[in-house]
């Protein structure tokens, strides 16, 4: 029995399906489903980049005085992007830094 269930599955994921080509036609879907996608608007990828994702540097801990205004404006940008303020400030402070590699501080 559980072999079977194991073929039944293996076979599903076997079916190639074209559900993401923009002309794509969905022959088989009942007509409210085919309605539904023909209404239906493509939307932007909202998913973080991998670079996003990705730690590619050690990270280290400090400790950093900062005015109160500038903390709640990370804060809340981070939550709205589901992130931590510390990741937030850091990809601002390391964009600046790459932005700005060739300044010289003296």
């Not at 540097?57 to 005015?67: C, G, M, R, Y």
């Amino acid at each position: 029995m559980e072999q079977e269930c194991g073929e039944n599955k293996k076979n599903i994921m076997n079916k190639k399906t074209t559900y993401y080509d923009d002309d794509a036609r969905y022959t088989d879907a009942p007509s409210d489903v085919e309605e539904a996608f023909a209404r239906s608007v493509r939307i932007k990828d909202f998913l973080p980049t991998p670079e996003f994702l990705e730690r590619k540097t050690k990270k280290e801990q400090v400790a950093v005085l900062l005015d109160s205004d500038i903390l709640a404006f990370f804060r809340k940008y981070a939550q709205k992007e589901h992130t931590t303020y510390q990741n937030v400030m850091s990809r601002v402070l390391k964009n600046y830094a790459k932005d700005n590699a060739s300044l010289r501080i003296e």
